[in-house]
């Protein structure tokens, strides 16, 4: 990677630290000290130059606040966008070489009234608070995110995109907090071994500072920024009079030593493993603006579970990256597939998820013991970023060969590659980018005829802003390719994400192939800003050899789709409510041969009241027209689709109370009458003291669907029969969690949710002769198989997760987790007879499998 990274730093036209740093006679004028600062004016202002770092305590007694000038030209942009601000905020900016310091005194003439709570950094809390943004390449299109509530807890992002935020960046910085008797004030030291700028000798940074008033739900900025434009990033101030930096640190480390006590499953009996492993995270400045972030044998044990799911449908079901090395950074990486503003359904050429997956062979070679993720032997990025608006990103993953009983591989060695570049021209109005993806695979006997030996992507995407930045038109162009064995690109062929098997499709099924190629195109055209009026329409497709799941993730391929969102927006503060929205959206998809598969309205209404409770409602019309499902039968032949429709409500109660309730209702009803079903949500959150918080939600569903897919089953002749079953199905699950905050440095987090779904199969039949008839009956016909009907079962699955995680940031950026996590679940081919809490007794019974983690990391700088 190193190598990589020297490239790219000729690419970026950077030069190395210790030479691009003019001396300081060069520059005459020089640093500006106290008493020579400019006064701040509505949208700019100066730094002043530190003689002496002042002490992070949240007090204004240093000597460099008694002279820099104020900031006090704040104004209120949420809810009532240009009004003078209830309460005054100053606030003073200075520097040194190394740091960037920033004072905010926040006014307020009830001081025991300000909102403040204790929560685990990194996590939003209902409070008053100051955040700093810092645009340090002042390009309007990337920048840092640095917050503190009152309370003192740390908040930090990075921002891509203009206004994308990347909550999982982590930065090393200090704030302090004191309440008063004037208000409160926040005071912050950011190193400047954090952000990323020139090698100029003088610069200038992006700069805003944003204060929430909670209690009245108002924010004040300077500058003033408004809702009606289209990303944040380009409404910043400026903040110069920064010279002579320092040369940033090249290396920061965080080394950590883990322990752990897992259970495993070993000659069909649970046993405990104990080791201790050693691994690390680091960051290398190759120059100023490009830096390499790695991992060596990482682990995330102190990530939570993910959430239990049972799925019956013929897609994957998609789970959020939650591992810090992989979401940090993630935006820049970020490529999305049919993603619009009517659906963005999280498919794309980069999914991480991929990378250090459960082993996919365990199953295929009769293992039935749960599997741990693939080790990862290392990962690393490259992230750079010239002064002239080009991103580069590199990231290359390798995960170990992962095998069984007789050495039978279940995950070969694996190379993972995502190559992500971008150009912004117009001041970030215009961007034009690619990405690259890879995956090379150590094959063998046992992985050949199941897994892809190597998988490539590439695409070319462009957005360009005009008409006063009101309008925007933006598109990308896609081609993937898969190769692999015959047996492995057959299999490629049939999966659910192609279907090529199907009857009516007319693909080309070729058992000889030993690659798979597609493409993927899309076009929107969208007005992105205005005070009430804002749109978009999108045409979007992907062939039917398209495919990304090896390193991404795509539901199907063989789809096209055109859709359109209309929104009103009122953001100013009414009578009866502090923000309304209401949407309508319209989407069709076709498959590639233009055979119809949805189109459907949906309207629906987001309002804030001024007591600060939602209101969310809205509903679907579904099916509006002759419509086919080309993928219910699992490679059978398309089936008619009637209307539906799907009204939803939700609630949610004032968040600066003790108890806020939440509730939503979900309706569906189809099938020309024969399947409907109901979806309850509700929710309840409480916080006391300060430093305590809970957040107790019941889930419950029941699902009635005539048509559920129930097996295809060949019979003596060869012909294959496509059936289908009446399905009662409940789904009960309960999610508890809570928080204790000891400090803004220390927390424990408890999370626990059992979950149950169970069902019961009936009235087995299979397609007709004729399924695309438009009447429901007509498209069906007895199936006789006696061994299939006369009792089609049903299932009970049940699941239960618990982590328990403590938390100790015993210095910035060094971290203590305690981390016990128990796991338990249970399938049986019936339905049962137990109701939810018998369930639940049933699944407590089930043998454990706990893991017991100590983790202890120290991070460092040279």
């Keep these: 990677m190193i190598g990589i990274a020297a490239l790219l730093a000729l690419a970026l036209q950077v030069q190395t630290p210790q030479v691009t740093y003019a001396a300081r006679d060069s520059h005459p004028a020089g640093p500006i000290g106290p008493g020579h600062v400019p006064p701040p004016t509505d949208s700019s202002a100066v730094a002043v130059r530190a003689t002496s770092a002042p002490a992070i305590d949240g007090k204004d007694d240093d000597a460099v606040w008694r002279d820099a000038p104020p900031i006090t030209a704040f104004t209120e942009w949420n809810p009532t966008e240009g009004k003078q601000p209830r309460f005054r905020t100053e606030a003073k900016v200075a520097y040194d070489a190394a740091n960037l310091y920033v004072f905010v005194r926040a006014f307020d003439p009830h001081p025991d009234s300000i909102i403040k709570i204790l929560e685990r950094r990194d996590t939003f809390t209902p409070s008053d608070m100051i955040w700093i943004f810092v645009d340090s390449y002042h390009d309007r299109r990337t920048g840092y995110e640095f917050g503190v509530n009152a309370a003192g807890v740390k908040i930090d992002q990075a ?18 907090t004191t309440i008063d008797s004037l208000g409160w004030t926040a005071e912050f030291r950011i190193p400047l071994s954090q952000l990323h700028y020139s090698s100029d000798r003088d610069h200038t940074f992006g700069f805003t500072i944003d204060r929430d008033i909670y209690r009245y739900n108002e924010r004040v900025s300077w500058p003033k920024f408004s809702q009606a434009k289209p990303d944040m990033l380009s409404q910043l101030g400026s903040l110069s009079g920064l010279d002579d930096l320092e040369p940033p640190r090249r290396l920061e480390a965080t080394p950590y030593v883990v322990t752990k006590n897992a259970s495993q499953i070993a000659n069909n009996q649970y046993a405990d493993r104990s080791n201790v492993t050693v691994g690390g995270d680091f960051k290398y400045r190759v120059a100023p603006n490009v830096t390499v972030d790695g991992t060596v044998n990482p682990d995330f044990g102190q990530v939570e579970a993910d959430p239990a799911v049972l799925n019956l449908s013929a897609y994957e079901s998609f789970f959020d990256e939650r591992r810090p090395f992989f979401v940090a950074g993630r935006g820049l990486f970020r490529y999305d597939v049919n993603c619009n503003q009517v659906n963005c359904s999280s498919e794309g050429l980069y999914y991480s998820r991929r990378i250090g997956r459960t082993p996919e062979l365990a199953g295929v070679y009769g293992d039935t013991v749960p599997q741990q993720p693939t080790t990862i032997l290392g990962a690393a990025k490259l992230i750079g970023r010239s002064s002239k608006g080009f991103s580069i990103g590199v990231l290359d993953a390798v995960t170990q060969r992962a095998t069984g009983r007789g050495d039978t591989t279940f995950e070969p060695m694996t190379n993972f590659t995502v190559a992500r570049a971008t150009q912004d021209l117009r001041n970030g109005r215009t961007t034009i980018g690619g990405i690259v993806t890879a995956v090379n695979r150590g094959m063998d006997q046992w992985a050949s005829p199941f897994l892809a030996s190597a998988a490539y992507a590439g695409g070319i995407d462009f957005r360009h802003r005009f008409l006063s930045d009101r309008y925007e038109l933006s598109g990308s162009l896609d081609q993937s390719r898969v190769q692999g064995s015959r047996a492995a690109i057959y299999a490629l062929q049939t999966d659910a994400v192609h279907y090529y098997q199907r009857p009516d499709a007319g693909l080309p099924l070729d058992s000889t192939r030993t690659s798979l190629g597609g493409d993927a195109e899309e076009f929107k055209f ?81 309002i804030t009241f001024k007591n600060n409770w939602g209101w969310h409602m809205g509903g679907t019309l579904g099916q509006l027209g002759a419509t086919y499902d080309d993928r219910g039968a699992r490679g059978g032949p398309a089936v008619r689709q009637d209307s539906y429709i799907a009204p939803w409500l939700s609630i949610n109660g004032d968040d600066r109370r003790a108890v806020v309730p939440l509730f939503n209702v979900n309706y569906w009803r189809g099938e020309d009458g024969h399947g409907n079903s109901w979806n309850l949500g509700p929710e309840l959150d409480y916080k006391v003291l300060g430093r305590f918080s809970s957040a107790v939600s019941f889930n419950w569903s029941h699902n009635t669907d005539d048509a559920q897919w129930y097996g295809n089953f060949r019979d003596s002749l060869g012909v294959t029969h496509y059936t289908f079953a009446h399905l009662n199905q409940t789904t ?13 440095s220390m927390s424990l987090q408890v999370y626990t949710q059992p979950f149950v779904s169970k069902g019961a ?51 910035p950026g060094s971290t203590l987790f305690v981390v016990w996590n128990e796991g338990r679940q249970g399938f049986l081919s019936s339905e049962g007879t137990s109701d939810f809490s018998g369930d639940v007794r049933d699944l407590m019974r089930l043998h454990p499998a706990n893991t017991f983690i100590v983790k202890m990391s120290y991070w460092f700088t040279r």
């Design 732 to 744: 009960t699950s309960a999610t508890v969690r809570l928080n204790y905050t000891f400090s803004p």
């Design 526 to 606: 969208d007005k992105v800003s205005g005070q009430h009026l804002m749109f978009e329409s999108a045409y979007q497709r992907r062939s039917a050899g398209f495919d990304v799941n090896d390193v991404g993730f795509l539901r199907r391929a063989d789809q096209q789709s055109w859709s359109t969102w209309v929104g009103y927006f009122d953001r100013q503060r009414r009578a009866f409510y502090n923000r309304f929205q209401w949407n309508n959206n319209w989407w069709q998809y076709w498959n590639t041969s233009g055979l119809a598969q949805e189109a459907a309205y949906n309207t629906n209404v987001q």
């Design 159 to 176: 921002v891509y995109n203009g206004g994308n935020e990347d909550g999982a960046w982590d930065a090393v910085w200090d704030a302090a």
């Design 761 to 811: 199969y009936a009235g087995v039949r299979q397609l007709s002769a004729t399924p695309r008839a438009d009447s429901y009956a007509a498209r069906y016909a007895a199936y006789d198989n006696a061994s299939v009907t006369s009792d089609p079962g049903g299932f009970n699955f049940k699941q239960f997760q618990s982590n328990v995680v403590f938390r100790w940031e015993y210095k």
